[in-house]
């Protein structure tokens, strides 16, 4: 301002005195060229140009907004854009006919729909203001490209008027770009990268952030760059730069290119024999990048994947086949796939099919003639057939244990067929039964049983009956068993003069089964009926006879000796020889009549025992009494004679006798267990006083050999104290606890009445012994003995132990709580070396140490609640010059305090 005052006064002066302006006016002059001045320069800034220039501040105009220069617009295609016609005018309300036009010329009509859409979608107008008219393009597309107009009418009279021009350009686009990329090795591969750009774009590229130059390798095209011969190493990432150099645009894409290898197979073709209704399974692997995928097809090319009784792992390669059938055989083919392409194999499979026997007939020979037994089987291949009897399954052949020169076995082979014979000259009865059929190929076989039936005429061998018995008319069988095939048919005849054969009508003889066993059931009312039957078995080889007596059975004879065994008080028993004569049929039992010296034998009494016992026994007599006691046998038919009566003395009441243990006994017992003992007994005669306790001792006992000339002898000595236990009556059985282990001991039994005590039973027992014990039971209970025994040296132990005890009670009570024995003498002792001082300044001490801990350790946190308290209180009412920063931070929520 001050250079253009000066210019205009140097002007002035210059020019005479003509305009002599007084200094007031001088002032107003230069702000008004002043203001002139900048108008000039907006009106040649500003968007100047064509239309509105100086008048547009005057007078009325329409402007285009946004500004462009020359008012022309680049917009890229494709893309929406929008233009306001804005009115410049005093009063926008007397604008009329307020439009836009497109470049032919014609008016764009709005066209009147309700959604407010016009022209198709094209273009949108809008008037938000009375002096705005918006043009709206919602795609700018070629055909839209041109000069558009904008009129009005102000006033209805005076008319306004500008345009805009609209270009166009392409932006830089990727049509064909992909961001991920997949080259295959070996192979040419051209990176894509196509771009749509107008102007015409440039395009440069890097591989991995360096420029890639034009190379044999790398061949720069217009839509990529062509990898020659890929290799792994050409794995990355490739940027596709693209510039227009005249629109100052630059667009980058990074294409990531990875590097694929074609499947190359790593496994062989297979060959394989699968078993009819068997599984079995191909492979197939291979190489490649990524891993490929694997189908399978067979020969007829269905997928196999889908297929039934068929499993393929994509992922493994494998093919798994179930209930293979013979259609199965054939070329299967594996595919192995990846991106980057396929490699495919061709195994085979041949199907072994089960040999089927299509005959293997039973047949039957006789003994001494021939047997031809032939089996006949087919399968794929053919099978071999061997035999063996059902029950050994070592094969026939010409060697081994079932060698025998009367059987040759024969095989031959035709086409899928085989036929085998077993061939059995001077056929045994052994040879009958079944025989199997194998028939084999490599993988498989089939077994059929057949059956050589050797006939022979009827035999007695395992008849075993010679003669039968009966007595008073009872029913007897006469039985007969005749082995025979076929089965032989059985008659009977009943020998003497003349023979009878039996026939159905007889009353007393009965006669069951037909064939093989048969029996006669006889009723001998008659003694006639007694004797000799004959059993005649027939079939088509021939005949046999057996001859069985029907005898009459009586009573047993007398019983030969009854020993006395022993005699209690109140039992006697006996050992009895039965009789000679048995009367036809087996003694079943042994009876015995008693009776009291005073009394008849009408008040006898009886005792019967099976015959199987060793040792009879007559019990519940009474003491000191005479008895005559006699025996019999007896069998089915009855009592035999009684023998010759004896008396027998009962002894008189006395202790009882000695209990049987009944402990498995071998020499010693050994126990199960290392500390226990069941010791079992049988409950001994009583000798007239009922048993009222049994006593069990045992003691440790060692084993002394003691030499009695040239036989050494040994004999059980005691080692420990004897310890004894009362057993009541009841379970006759007892166990010993707390024994030691791997001890021997003599454990006795007696049994007590009111007379007194029966002799003892005894029995040595060895405790198991505990594993890894280092000393036997034996030495244990020497250890003990001293301290068992000593029990005054075990009285001054306990009184020392007591002691001890005291004084160490009496230390800590010393230590802790400063009372007892030790602190009193100590105390005393203290009293006299040391003054007052030394005792008044540790209670001191304590005491001031105690103080500050207190106050160090509560008075801090009472403090901070404190502090905390009146000044969250102080931040309502008083300033907040006194908090401190941490806790003014952490009272003010409110941003009114802050501000304040
Ligand atoms: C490509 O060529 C330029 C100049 O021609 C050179 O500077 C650059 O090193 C080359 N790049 C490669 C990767 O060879
Ligand atoms: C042969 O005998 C066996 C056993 O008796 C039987 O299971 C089989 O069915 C018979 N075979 C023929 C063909 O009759
Ligand atoms: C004789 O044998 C038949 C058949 O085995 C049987 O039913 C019958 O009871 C027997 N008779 C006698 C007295 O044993
Ligand atoms: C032959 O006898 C046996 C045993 O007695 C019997 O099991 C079998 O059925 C009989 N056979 C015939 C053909 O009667
Ligand atoms: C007792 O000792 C002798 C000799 O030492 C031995 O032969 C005998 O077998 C031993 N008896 C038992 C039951 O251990």
């Given amino acids: 301002m001050g250079i253009l005052r000066r210019s205009v006064l140097e002007a002035h002066s210059g020019g005479g005195r003509r305009w002599r302006i007084p200094p007031h006016a001088d002032y107003g002059l230069v702000l008004i060229l002043s203001m002139l001045f900048l108008g000039v320069i907006c009106q040649q800034n500003g968007e100047g140009g064509g239309g509105g220039g100086i008048t547009s501040t005057d007078q009325n105009s329409l402007q285009i907004v946004p500004a462009a220069r020359n008012r ?25 006919e307020f439009k836009w036009w497109w470049p032919d010329g014609k008016a764009i009509e709005p066209t009147d729909t309700s959604e407010g859409y016009y022209d198709e979608t094209r273009v949108e107008i809008m008037r938000d203001e009375p002096q705005t008219l918006t043009l709206l393009f919602t795609s700018i597309q070629e055909q839209d490209l041109g000069k558009y107009r904008c009129t009005a009418l102000y006033a209805n009279s005076q008319k306004l008027e500008t345009d805009f021009t609209l270009r166009a350009y392409v932006p830089i686009t990727f049509e064909d770009a992909p961001i991920n990329q997949y080259a295959v090795k070996g192979q040419d591969y051209k990176v894509k990268c196509r771009v749509q750009a107008d102007p015409e774009p440039q395009v440069d590229w890097k591989k991995d952030h360096r420029v890639l130059n034009n190379s044999d390798h790398f061949v720069m095209d217009k839509d990529g760059v062509v990898i020659r011969g890929v290799t792994e190493a050409d794995e990355g990432v490739y940027t596709c730069r693209v510039r227009v150099t005249s629109m100052g645009t630059v667009e980058e894409r990074h294409i990531q290119v990875e590097v ?22 191909f492979s197939c692997t291979a190489s490649g990048k990524p891993a490929p995928e694997y189908e399978w097809v067979n020969h007829r090319k269905q997928d196999l994947r889908v297929l039934e009784r068929h499993t393929v792992d994509k992922y493994k390669g494998t093919l798994q086949i179930d209930g293979i059938k013979r259609e199965d055989a054939g070329v299967y083919t594996c595919t192995a796939k990846n991106t980057a392409g396929y490699v495919t194999m061709k195994s085979t499979l041949n199907v072994i099919t089960k040999p089927v026997i299509e005959e293997f007939k039973n047949i039957t020979t006789q003994v001494n003639g021939n047997a031809i037994l032939q089996c006949r089987a087919s399968g794929d291949p053919a099978p071999s057939i061997r035999f063996h009897k059902d029950s050994n399954r070592e094969p026939f052949s010409a060697q081994g244990p079932q060698h025998d020169s009367r059987i040759v076995v024969e095989q031959r082979t035709q086409g899928r067929e085989t036929t085998a014979t077993i061939r059995i000259s001077d056929v045994l009865r052994t040879d009958d039964g079944l025989y199997n059929c194998i028939a084999s190929n490599q993988r498989t076989k089939t077994e059929l049983l057949g059956h050589i039936t050797v006939e022979y005429p009827p035999t007695f061998a395992n008849t075993p009956m010679k003669e039968a018995w009966s007595w008073n008319g009872h029913p007897a069988n006469v039985t007969c068993l005749a082995e025979g095939i076929p089965n032989a048919t059985i008659s009977w005849f009943i020998e003497g ?123 519940n007599l009474e003491p000191q009494r005479t008895y005559f006691v006699r025996f019999a046998a007896e069998n089915e038919v009855g009592l035999g004679v009684w023998s010759k009566e004896r008396p027998e003395i009962t002894p008189r009441r006395s202790a009882p006798e000695s209990p049987t243990i009944q402990n498995e006994v071998n020499g010693v017992a050994i126990t199960a267990y290392p500390d226990k003992f069941e ?78 005590k029966s002799a003892p039973a005894s029995i040595i027992i060895k405790t198991a012994a505990v594993p890894g014990g280092s000393h036997s039971g034996y030495d244990l209970i020497k250890g003990e003995t001293p301290g068992v025994d000593n029990l005054p040296m075990m009285i001054v132990i306990l009184v020392a132990a007591v002691f001890v005890i005291l004084f160490l009670v009496d230390i800590s009570c010393y230590r802790i709580n400063q009372t007892g024995i030790i602190w009193m003498v100590s105390n005393r002792m203290c009293n006299k070396k040391k003054s007052r001082e030394s005792l008044v300044k540790p209670n001191d001490g304590t005491i001031q140490e105690k103080r500050p801990l207190n106050d160090g350790s509560v008075d801090p946190a009472e403090k901070e609640y404190e502090e905390i308290g009146p000044k969250t209180n102080g931040n309502g009412t008083n300033g907040n010059g006194n908090t401190p920063s941490h806790i003014a931070y952490t009272h003010h929520p409110h941003p009114k305090d802050s501000e304040v």
């Fill in 260 to 281: 694929h290898e074609l499947p190359v197979l790593t496994s062989e073709p297979e060959v394989l024999e699968g078993v009819e209704a068997e599984s079995i399974t």
């Fill in 497 to 619: 003069s003349p023979e009878r054969p039996v026939d159905g009508n007889m009353a007393n003889i009965k006669q069951i089964g037909l064939q093989s066993l048969s029996s006669l059931e006889v009723q001998p009312i008659d003694r006639s009926l007694y004797g000799f039957y004959k059993c005649v078995a027939t079939n088509k080889l021939g005949t046999a006879e057996h001859r069985v007596q029907l005898k009459e059975a009586r009573e047993p004879g007398p019983v030969l000796e009854a020993i006395l065994t022993t005699k209690t008080a109140t039992t006697i028993t006996y050992k009895i020889v039965g009789p000679v004569n048995d009367g036809g049929l087996p003694v079943k039992s042994f009876v015995a009549q008693y009776r009291e010296d005073r009394a008849s034998w009408d008040e006898h009494k009886l005792k019967s025992w099976p015959v199987d016992q060793q040792l009879f026994t007559i019990e």
């Fill in 679 to 756: 010791l079992i007994w049988r409950v001994p005669p009583d000798n007239g006083e009922k048993i009222t306790a049994f006593e069990i001792s045992y003691v440790p006992v060692r084993n002394l050999t003691v030499d009695k000339g040239n036989q050494a002898e040994y004999q059980w000595d005691p080692v420990g104290p004897k310890t004894v236990e009362q057993k009541a009556l009841g379970e006759p059985r007892h166990t010993l606890r707390n024994l030691a282990p791997g001890t021997y001991y003599r454990v006795e039994i007696v049994a007590e009445n009111s007379i007194g």
């Fill in 72 to 96: 022309v617009y680049q917009r890229a295609l494709g893309k929406s854009s929008v233009f306001t016609c804005s009115a410049n005018v005093e009063v926008p309300d007397r604008l009329t």
